[in-house]
T-cell receptor, first 112, second 114 residues
Framework: GIQVEQSPPDLILQEGANSTLRCNFS?????LQWFHQNPWGQLINLFY???GTKQNGRLSATTVATERYSLLYISSSQTTDSGVYFC??????????????FGQGTTLQVKP | DGGITQSPKYLFRKEGQNVTLSCEQN?????MYWYRQDPGQGLRLIYY???????QKGDIAEGYSVSREKKESFPLTVTSAQKNPTAFYLC?????????????FGQGTRLTVV
């Protein structure tokens, strides 16, 4: 089945720094999303981005579907950005059809 | 408001008892999913359903059961066969139009078995 790998697994930043999180996937996908899990466990939708580039405030994301990766950029990080960032894909071939598959996440800690 | 509702938020059960977690959505989504998350870990897929009256096993289906009798509802039963049921359970739905669609999550249910 499709493998989703995120890097780095852990990241510590000083407030105000920029960062790039990466998501690699092993096969063609129909869907790619980025989520932020807050300290209460809630998954917040950041981007739905099967291809191309999107921006939302200090966050932006780029997916290059032909090369099977996506990047999440966080600029001018704030302590409220802390938490776990997940990418997830939906397969459309064989046993992965319709399956929403998650990477293991990147745990971000932003220090004041 | 449109969204996904999981209930209850916290659930305590005695070992050996079956327990059912509720997940309801009013987004008119075709696909629904159940995930389990253990402390400090990622999300593992338990079951998913792409259409009413049909569902597929995910990666960790043993000890769990589901039903999909209505489009808006996808309850998960944690049976006594599940060896380690204490965990955070998350439900999601997506439109799956043309094979893809943005997924949204409920707020989760924390199950503790004592």
């Amino acid at each position: 089945g499709i493998q989703v790998e995120q890097s780095p697994p852990d990241l510590i930043l000083q407030e105000g720094a920029n960062s790039t999180l990466r998501c690699n996937f092993s096969d063609s996908v129909n869907n790619l999303q980025w989520f932020h899990q807050n300290p209460w466990g809630q998954l917040i939708n950041l981007f739905y981005i099967p291809s191309g580039t999107k921006q939302n405030g200090r966050l932006s994301a780029t997916t290059v579907a032909t090369e099977r990766y996506s990047l999440l950029y966080i600029s001018s990080s704030q302590t409220t950005d802390s938490g776990v960032y997940f990418c997830a894909v939906i397969g459309f071939v064989g046993d992965d059809t319709g399956k929403l598959i998650f990477g293991q996440g990147t745990t971000l800690q932003v220090k004041p | 408001d449109g969204g996904i509702t999981q209930s209850p938020k916290y659930l305590f059960r005695k070992e050996g008892q079956n327990v059912t977690l509720s997940c309801e959505q009013n987004l008119n989504h075709d696909a629904m999913y159940w995930y389990r998350q253990d402390p400090g870990q990622g999300l593992r897929l338990i079951y998913y359903s792409q259409i009413v009256n049909d569902f597929q096993k995910g990666d960790i289906a043993e000890g769990y059961s589901v039903s999909r009798e209505k489009k808006e509802s996808f309850p998960l039963t944690v049976t006594s066969a599940q060896k380690n049921p204490t965990a955070f359970y998350l439900c999601a739905s997506s439109s799956q139009s043309a094979g893809a669609g943005e997924a949204f999550f409920g707020q989760g249910t924390r199950l503790t078995v004592v």
